[in-house]
């Protein structure tokens, strides 16, 4: 019996598909015994034989069993259906960060508010000794509710997981990748993922990465030596003070960036309790027209202000809490230069690179 829309495998009926690609399957499933909607993931075909990506595969179940946290995918179990393994887990509507991106750059207080979250459970799989290596806006579901949910943890490390990886490759999403992932460094830490996450906000603030060069060469290179523009550069209505946040996050030696989750959000925090109490922007800005809003794209997607006001007030890492709506964001702003950054001597690139199919960039 084929897993297909119509067909009831073990205690699930399997309803239809979310996605389909070469790599994996997702379907929309009803599980019978527990009575919800849950969704139900399959290698595909043609991976399926493959011993790589199904030893991959098998450590996802292993890595998301040990994370419970409200801003990640919760995790059900890893079951045998039809002769193949699929990983349950929880069926979140919503629309991923890529697509609410497309619409342009958010409010600096939605920005925020969805990092905040994102730093939130990293900060969970951190203490837990777990890696993601693959943040990007693809992998964080957003709800109509304003909660993100980080999602595949199919390049995840575990401090206790054999290396897949060989030394000298390169794994995960170029433009969201550290420097010390394309160096191929045997021992990546949390403030990889660190670095990931100064670029998702960089993006969320500007509409755009701050490296986007067109070969996979360039690119990494890039990521190992190019200073990035400063954010108010490209977009001058953000607060003074995010340039200092968002580039510390992305500087290039692991040991100046901030060194947990806990540590970056309070900077965060701090920056939007500060830009609160700031004297707004000249009018000529203020009145620049403004890319299309979330809620003119189809989505209603507005910062969870509770959440980010919570997390100013901590000493400690960012609290969690469940948000149950969203507050508009204020409108005045203020913004500084930037200071000058320095060009970085461009450290030696490994000769050979292989990112994976799915993420090369063409």
Same mark, same amino acid.
């Given at each position: 019996?084929?897993?297909?829309?119509?067909?009831?495998?073990?205690?699930?009926?399997?309803?239809?598909?979310?996605?389909?690609?070469?790599?994996?399957?997702?379907?929309?499933?009803?599980?019978?015994?527990?009575?919800?909607?849950?969704?139900?993931?399959? +290698?595909?075909?043609?991976?399926?034989?493959?011993?790589?990506?199904?030893?991959?595969? +098998?450590?996802?179940?292993?890595?998301?069993?040990?994370?419970?946290?409200?801003?990640?995918?919760?995790?059900?179990?890893?079951?045998? +259906?039809?002769?193949?393994?699929?990983?349950?887990?929880?069926?979140?509507?919503?629309?991923?960060?890529?697509?609410?991106?497309?619409?342009?750059?958010?409010?600096?207080?939605?920005?925020?508010?969805?990092?905040?979250?994102?730093?939130?459970?990293?900060?969970?799989?951190?203490?837990?000794?777990?890696?993601?290596?693959?943040?990007?806006?693809? @992998?964080?579901?957003?709800?109509?509710?304003?909660?993100?949910?980080?999602?595949?943890?199919?390049?995840?490390?575990?401090?206790?997981?054999?290396? +897949?990886?060989?030394?000298?490759?390169?794994?995960?999403?170029?433009?969201?990748?550290?420097?010390?992932?394309?160096?191929?460094?045997?021992?990546?830490?949390?403030?990889?993922?660190?670095?990931?996450?100064?670029?998702?906000?960089?993006?969320?603030?500007?509409? @755009?990465?701050?490296?986007?060069?067109?070969?996979?060469? *360039?690119?990494?290179?890039?990521?190992?030596?190019?200073?990035?523009?400063?954010?108010?550069?490209?977009?001058?209505?953000?607060?003074?003070?995010?340039?200092?946040?968002?580039?510390?996050?992305?500087?290039?030696?692991?040991?100046? @960036?901030?060194?947990?989750?806990?540590?970056?959000?309070?900077?965060?925090?701090?920056?939007?309790? !500060?830009?609160?109490?700031?004297?707004?922007?000249?009018?000529?800005?203020?009145?620049?027209?403004?890319?299309?809003?979330?809620? *003119?794209?189809?989505?209603?997607?507005?910062?969870?202000?509770?959440?980010?006001?919570?997390?100013?007030?901590?000493?400690?890492?960012?609290?969690?809490?469940?948000?149950?709506?969203? !507050?508009?964001?204020?409108?005045?702003?203020?913004?500084?230069?930037?200071?000058?950054? *320095?060009?970085?001597?461009?450290?030696?690139?490994?000769? *050979?690179?292989?990112?994976?199919?799915?993420?090369?960039?063409?």
């Amino acid at each position: 019996m084929s897993l297909e829309p119509g067909r009831v495998a073990g205690n699930y009926e399997i309803l239809d598909y979310i996605r389909s690609s070469n790599d994996e399957v997702c379907y929309r499933v009803r599980n019978t015994l527990a009575r919800r909607v849950e969704s139900m993931r399959v +290698l595909g075909a043609a991976v399926a034989s493959d011993p790589e990506r199904t030893e991959r595969f +098998l450590r996802e179940m292993g890595v998301q069993a040990r994370l419970a946290h409200p801003n990640i995918l919760t995790f059900f179990g890893a079951v045998e +259906l039809d002769r193949q393994l699929v990983i349950m887990s929880e069926l979140v509507e919503g629309v991923t960060l890529a697509e609410r991106l497309l619409c342009g750059p958010m409010t600096w207080d939605e920005a925020c508010g969805f990092t905040l979250q994102l730093l939130a459970a990293l900060g969970h799989a951190h203490s837990l000794g777990i890696v993601h290596r693959d943040v990007t806006p693809a @992998r964080m579901i957003v709800t109509p509710d304003g909660v993100l949910k980080l999602t595949d943890f199919g390049l995840a490390k575990a401090n206790t997981s054999p290396a +897949l990886t060989q030394v000298g490759s390169v794994v995960g999403n170029l433009k969201y990748i550290s420097p010390e992932q394309i160096r191929g460094t045997a021992l990546v830490d949390g403030r990889s993922d660190l670095y990931s996450a100064g670029i998702v906000l960089y993006e969320c603030v500007t509409g @755009r990465v701050p490296f986007d060069q067109k070969s996979q060469f *360039e690119l990494m290179a890039a990521h190992v030596s190019q200073p990035p523009a400063a954010p108010s550069a490209v977009n001058p209505r953000i607060p003074a003070g995010a340039d200092a946040v968002i580039l510390k996050a992305l500087q290039k030696d692991p040991a100046a @960036r901030y060194q947990s989750a806990a540590d970056f959000a309070a900077a965060l925090a701090n920056a939007s309790a !500060v830009a609160r109490t700031s004297v707004p922007l000249p009018a000529s800005i203020l009145s620049a027209e403004l890319p299309r809003s979330a809620t *003119e794209c189809g989505a209603v997607l507005t910062a969870p202000l509770a959440y980010m006001e919570a997390a100013a007030g901590a000493n400690g890492p960012v609290p969690v809490v469940t948000i149950a709506s969203a !507050v508009p964001a204020p409108a005045d702003v203020s913004q500084t230069p930037a200071p000058a950054t *320095e060009p970085m001597a461009a450290p030696a690139i490994p000769p *050979e690179v292989a990112a994976p199919p799915e993420n090369a960039i063409p």
